[in-house]
């Protein structure tokens, strides 16, 4: 079993900066692919970013790319996802995902976190 704790969530004005994290345990970390997903208010939940076991393959969606950054740290058990130049749209609570194979858009891992709240203000 794989246990994903999030912090790092806000309240933030429109153009400001966050920066999540995810800190897993239970299992080999560096072996896992991870993710992030996002579900606003009366939306489904939507992917955002992910990156694959060694950091080396990076994916996001294209209403984020530019402005996030997903690394991990294996020496950490870590995720973090860099947010720039927020906007209101990113207003969600923000899910770390986690799998042993590679976490597509339209497919997430089994484990999940609990979320984080992040909301951006205009």
């Known amino acids: 079993q794989v246990q994903l704790v999030e912090s790092g969530g806000g309240l933030v004005q429109a153009g400001g900066s966050l920066r999540l994290s995810c800190v897993a345990s239970?299992?080999?970390?560096?072996?896992?692919?991870m993710g992030w997903f996002r579900q606003a208010p009366g939306k489904e939940r939507e992917f955002v970013a992910s990156?694959?076991?060694?950091?080396?393959?990076?994916d996001y969606a294209d209403s984020v790319k530019g402005r996030f950054t997903i690394s991990r740290d294996n020496a950490k058990s870590a995720v973090y996802l860099q947010m720039n130049s927020l906007k209101p749209e990113d207003t969600a609570v923000y899910y770390c995902?986690?799998?042993?194979?590679?976490?597509?858009?339209?497919?997430?891992?089994?484990?999940w976190g609990q979320g984080t709240q992040v909301t951006v203000s205009s």
């Open positions: 239970g299992r080999t970390f560096s072996s896992y692919a």
């Open positions: 995902n986690t799998d042993v194979l590679p976490i597509g858009r339209l497919r997430p891992g089994p484990y």
């Open positions: 990156i694959s076991w060694s950091g080396g393959t990076t």
